[in-house]
């Protein structure tokens, strides 16, 4: 199908818009005319932007990835020590979640614990997840080599762990307004189960 | 306000029919008018039931409450072993999300994830996990008293980080479509984190 030229000032603002809306009202709860309204889009232009909710849905799964993969090499990068490194992407997160009042929490867990029926989206939340958790788990390999951090336990495993725990804790934050379980998610596993 | 008289057994089949669509749709994506078809009630009934959707909500999360904790008392009562009886509550959970073919997860997960803006629904689904992360602590109390698991970190934590990491695992498996993440966590926390 021919489409117009469209501009990707105009995408990139529709997917950060639908984020947000996704972020807190779900995917479901977020209506394609309200993202619309709010970037200042026509009704009739949505499909030069995008095939449908699905794919928009993807669309905003994978710049929330980016932007994930962005926050670990911001954090990584402030940092030689990987477990350091770590710590301080998880505390912006942390700071973030106290910031907005507890609410909102991850866009991965939510939408996770949200969509059934979609193949399409269930494939994007996957990548999404995987991504983080490899960018995680190459930083715990490193630690493992400098010797910081167990190396009896393959550090995939230990990723694995520490960011469903870490989404536990996120959900439970939300339900409880309180930073509590996220420090004690940190604790208990970086702290102390990670540790040589 | 006076209500007329009402079926309990109604009310019941209502709240069950409640928790399997806001388990697989959301609690947004539920519709009262749904729910009232399925179980044949007239539209114009749900009042004589409920003051509001919320109330609704409260009583669905009540509900599923003591369903996980009718769940723990039976798996306790099959063993005397605290351990093996938690076991036996997890398995139950794993061959229900096989059986489900991945879909549903956990209702507390999954509203917690959704829910924002209600009070009353955030403040039923603390309870819920409260009551929940409790039984397992009390489990995992008398384990420390017979040694099985280790003593040195309070047991209410221990059923934080369990909990909190098996809803983490519950979405990875929603995503992925895989009981990995379930057989993971239990192995990483309960089989070696938590060993004396």
């Known amino acids: 199908m021919a489409r117009p030229r469209r501009s990707d000032d105009t995408r990139q603002l529709l997917v950060e818009e639908g984020a947000a809306g996704f972020l807190v009202n779900g995917y479901h709860g977020t209506g394609i005319k309200q993202v619309l309204d709010a970037v200042g889009v026509p009704k009739g232009s949505f499909y030069n932007y995008f095939d449908s909710k699905e794919a928009f849905g993807q669309a905003v799964i994978e710049c929330h990835s980016q932007c994930i993969q962005r926050n670990l090499a911001a954090a990584f990068g402030s940092d030689a020590d990987p477990i350091a490194g770590l710590r ?109």
Request: net charge negative.
């Open 88 to 196: 301080v992407f998880f505390e912006r997160l942390t700071a973030e979640f106290a910031e907005n009042d507890y609410t909102g929490g991850c866009l991965i867990v939510n939408l996770g614990a949200e969509l059934e029926g979609s193949t399409v989206l269930r494939e994007s939340l996957s990548a999404a997840f995987r991504a983080w958790r490899d960018r995680v788990a190459e930083a715990l390999r490193a630690a493992q080599e400098l010797g910081t951090i167990r190396a009896d336990i393959p550090a995939t495993e230990l990723a694995d762990l520490l960011i469903e725990a870490w989404e536990g804790a996120v959900v439970r934050m939300k339900i409880d307004r309180t930073l509590e379980p996220l420090h004690k998610c940190l604790a208990r596993l970086l702290d102390d189960y990670f540790r040589p």
